[in-house]
């Protein structure tokens, strides 16, 4: 049986594509087959952060439109054997996609994977409706800052009344938070929302905590999801965000400030 | 732009019924005179709506009824909930049935009750009665009702009671952070609002065409 994952945000610049590439990644790494699909048609980012850029030929659109077939379209990844992306067009916009042609190329995809990962657009204009109208549970992507908490509230009640889900009255969408770009330090000095603060006004289950970590900017330009980076927060985080996925209960870290001894401080850490 | 010639707009009036009985035309002749000399005045083109009930259609017709009634100086607006002889005679002479609310299923009353939060962007319409909201209610959310509005988690949106012009609806919140609150057309933002109501159990009512706040639990 498989699973659609949409994750989504509303807002724009607030990790989606970070998120989806690290949790396809690590979802493959656990041994299951793994899907993700570049629903920002137009804006084609996926490949890029997956390091697929040059091996794009055929599309989504392509498939969609019945130019390719999907095993024409799926691009393996070169580090994980179970993991397969499926790239955006670029040079077509979001009204390429129908409900009718997305069912039919995930229809396809359920036969072949465990976990299907829809890569929204930002907005809550057709792209998005397209890519949260098929899925089993989202994944509500969030910076600790108020109108990107907004917008995720927008989207939460487009999943409750807008999905195939909603409509048609079955069990709903399940909605998992995950919240990204934290820095407990700025959160103590009142900048920004604390973890406490964005769950009470969301009121949905926390998946994951993301805190800044510059190796997120340097994974996506050089090409390699950030969950690859054992030592780094971010990637440890995202390694946690996936095994809560999977079921696995993990403590949540990089909540508070790391205090540093004095001789971590002196010998650097 | 030009002004349009015709415009319809909606207004409530208050009728008087006039409840006819007798089993003849000179009975009714004398009914409605003797009621009209106590208060001429008053009585004088009166705009009336006719309730036959009482009357038996096959012994009087109801241009009997309306002559007899325009002689008293009364001015006929209408027949309330026409029996169908009376209905048809009504068509032909153009007067209009009204329904009355006695037979209309009672309008109020009816609860909408609410169990998922309510999230920003989206709408919820209370029809011809209460909402009741069980969970949170976003900023940006809407909740609109022809009755009062109740909600219990976090109210953080906007709330329209009396939305047809009920000045009794009240607004009750368990925990009081909303943008915009109103009862029947009359508004106040979140910015006006004393702040020590913020996040408390809160009342809103309507009082001299203000609102006005105050604590459900003012002892604790």
Known sequence: MSKIIVVTSGKGGVGKTTTSASIATGLAKSGHKTVVIDFDIGLRNLDLVMGCERRVVY???NVVNGEANLNQALIKDKRCDNLYILPASQTRDKDALTIEGVQSVLDQLKTQFEFILCDSPAGIEHGAMMALYFADEAIVTTNPEVSSVRDSDRILGMLQSRSLRAEQGLEPVKEHLLLCRYVPSRVDAGDMLSLEDVTEILAIPLIGLIPECGSVLKASNGGTPVILDETSPAGQAYADTVARLLG???PL???SEERKGWLKKLFGG | MQRPSVEFKGASFTLSVLKLSGHTLDQLKQQLNSHVERAP???HQMP???DLSA???????LSQVLSQVQASQLTPMGVLDPAAPYRQQAEQLA???IRGHR???SRHGRTTVIEQPVRSGQQVYGKDGDLVVMAGVSAGAELVADGSIHVYGPMRGRAFAGATGNSDARIFCHDLQAELLAIAGTYHLAEERDPKFWGKPTMIRLEQNRLCHSLLRPFE
């Open chain 2, 103 to 105: 037979h209309t299923p």
């Open chain 2, 95 to 97: 007067l209009p049935c």
């Open chain 2, 41 to 43: 005045r008053l009585f």
């Open chain 1, 253 to 255: 870290r990089f909540v």
């Open chain 2, 55 to 61: 009357l038996d259609p096959s012994n009087l017709s």
């Open chain 2, 48 to 50: 009336v709506l006719l």
């Open chain 1, 59 to 61: 599309d989504f659109v």
């Open chain 1, 248 to 250: 696995e209960e993990r």
